[in-house]
Structures are given as structure tokens and as C-alpha cells.
């Protein structure tokens, strides 16, 4: 079984400008996601914004505090998945 790690990052948002700022944690760390499933709630001046999970996994580490101030491509949360290798090849 071969593990990945994913790392969730500030994506440059097109609702607002900074100040962005980590809102809420949605899920607590060391649950399992989905890809897509809703992370963290953050606040821009101008909206809102869930950022999804970049993968399907568990969240192993939040790299961020609610109310923290954040700066795009920064990293906020690692998402951790296994993968079996012999899935593929049926055995």
C-alpha cells in the first residue's frame, strides 16, 4: 500500500480582495473526506468561500487557525490517502 499526501492551498479567489482570513474549520482533523467534500470557510472583503478537499483521504494536520490571516498559495491542511497498489491488478 503506497500513501499520498495532498496539500490544501489558498487559490487566488475572484469575490474579493485581501484581507482573507480562515473562517472555519469544517471538519475536524484526522476525519476522512472526499474529494470536493468542504474543508475550511474563509472571508474575503467580498464573499464567503468553501475550499473543497483536493482529494479523497483523511485530514491529517490543519496548518491554520480560525481567524488567522492567509496569503494565496498557502499551504492550510494535508489530506493524506492509501491507495493500494495491487487494487489494479486484481490481487
Known amino acids: 500500500m503506497s500513501v499520498t499526501r495532498h ?3 489558498l487559490p487566488e479567489l475572484d469575490v ?5 482570513t480562515a473562517s ?3 471538519v475536524r482533523q484526522g476525519a476522512e473526506v472526499a474529494e470536493g467534500d468542504r474543508l475550511l470557510e ?3 472583503t467580498g464573499a464567503t ?3 473543497p478537499s483536493p482529494a479523497s483521504g483523511r485530514l ?3 496548518l491554520v487557525d480560525e481567524d488567522e490571516p492567509l496569503t494565496v498559495g498557502q499551504r492550510l491542511a494535508i489530506i493524506e490517502s492509501a491507495e493500494d497498489r ?4 486484481g490481487r
Open 86 to 89: 495491487d487494487a489494479d491488478t
Open 7 to 9: 496539500e490544501l492551498r
Open 24 to 26: 472555519m474549520w469544517l
Open 60 to 62: 491529517i494536520r490543519k
Open 49 to 51: 468561500v468553501d475550499l
Open 42 to 44: 474563509v472571508l474575503t
Open 16 to 20: 474579493g480582495s485581501e484581507p482573507i
